[in-house]
């Protein structure tokens, strides 16, 4: 179940759209004032609920169906034999779509080894019909996140399908070299695709934070402070694009050696692929790639927004709660301040409790590549291992 | 030699596994590139353990995988496999 992997990436799209929502909501009513919730008010309210919907439906569908997947369908997928499976196929140039679901397709791109998640045309419009009937623009929201995981569900069916399943043991020595080679080249590209994702997310926070920082100053300076502030509100804009500006140069510069060296083991292993019968070493390289693989397993469950995103959700929730009921509540009643320390503190423990146990999973893995290493010299000796 | 490089030993039973035929000791050498005197050593080392043999052919001496080396490459894949995998 791919549900995970949709809404680590959908709580990031969820948190732009509000940051973007929060900025528009204060311009809009610097720009056209109203006073309380009278009809033009509701009016601007429901505009601006629609418009945050649309982001997030928007945003969201992006981030389904442009990425492309690593997947090892073992590079034996043929139109004959997809269509003797009972599979729909339509060929694309250097791809194939394949129908893995009722509403969703898989692009799988030549060499079999990445997917895009795309929805079929049955589907597409659904999600054209209903953004346009009002109130249900978030259901396309829902829609598209259904139709991701459906082809994340279809597409794994249609691996084992098409690979077979057996114990390795008995699987031809040859087999088990490009077996090896295709999922080393899953790993390697799934740990490219949580490092991009990593300093994607951590971007899209960067800018969040600058934009609620910009409608906080936006806050300060507005009308009902009184005039004569643009010049302050200039000078703080050009402070904090500035200051984001500078910490993406940063965070692009930490984050660029890590997507480099995996990005250059994806590559050196599907060019081992290409180049089976070469003058390579395959089991030179794939004894490179060992050790490198508790690092991956540790990059796919590292990162407390990737490994549980419902939980992030939490702790987000539980910060945002605590801050709020302080900020309203505080000042009138101090059984607020408890109440909202509570659950800040609440939010602290579950992030620290996350971050031992991801400490502790990654000890735990090097002591396994120990054992495992000691394993493989033990099978090198006469009848060792048998 | 204490600890092998696993590398050399795991090219050479590879190099070997794929050759139909005995294969001569220098041309042996320069595939699994190393320089003589370590690929010596390890070649030593490897038919001391039965993992390879060397035969007289036509005035040469050539190098072949035993039965006992082609077992050992077979359970290193697999256990490449495995690890691979996230199985071990």
Redesign the interface.
Known sequence: MRWRRALSSWWFAGLISLAVGIALLPLLHWLMPFDGLSDEGADYLLFFAHLFFLIAAGVCLLITIVPWHAVDLGGRLDRSALTKAGYEVVERGGSIDVRVARWSVARIREGRTAFRALPHRTALLVMVLLPAIPGLGVGLFLFSLYIYAQCWEGVEALSSKMRGVGP??DRR?EE??V??LS??YI?ARDALDVEKGSYQDRGLVLVSLALVAWVVLLALTGPTSGHGHALLLGIGTLIIAGATAGGVLLLRRRCQEDIAREEAWAERILAAMRDREG?S????L?????PE?PRW?EVRRRGVWNRAPGKTLLIVLLFISGGQIMALYGPGWWGAYLIGAGLIALGTGLFLDESVRARKEHRRSTEDWDR?LA???L????GG?R | ME??D??V???V???L?REPSPILRTRLQV?VGTNYDVFSRYLDWMTE???TALIEEDGHQKVVLTD?GRE?????????????????
């Not at chain 2, 290193?76 to 495995?82: C, D, F, Q, T």
């Open positions: 390795a043991e020595v088990l070299m077996d090896s999922s080393a790993l003058v070493s395959s089991v030179g794939l004894l490179d790639i060992c693989v397993l495992k394993e493989l010299y099978l090198l000796e006469p291992g | 600890r092998p696993l590398y030993v795991a090219r039973l590879e190099r596994w595939a353990r039965g993992l006992g050992a490459y077979r359970r290193l894949v697999v256990w490449i496999n495995e690890v691979v995998h996230g199985r071990r």
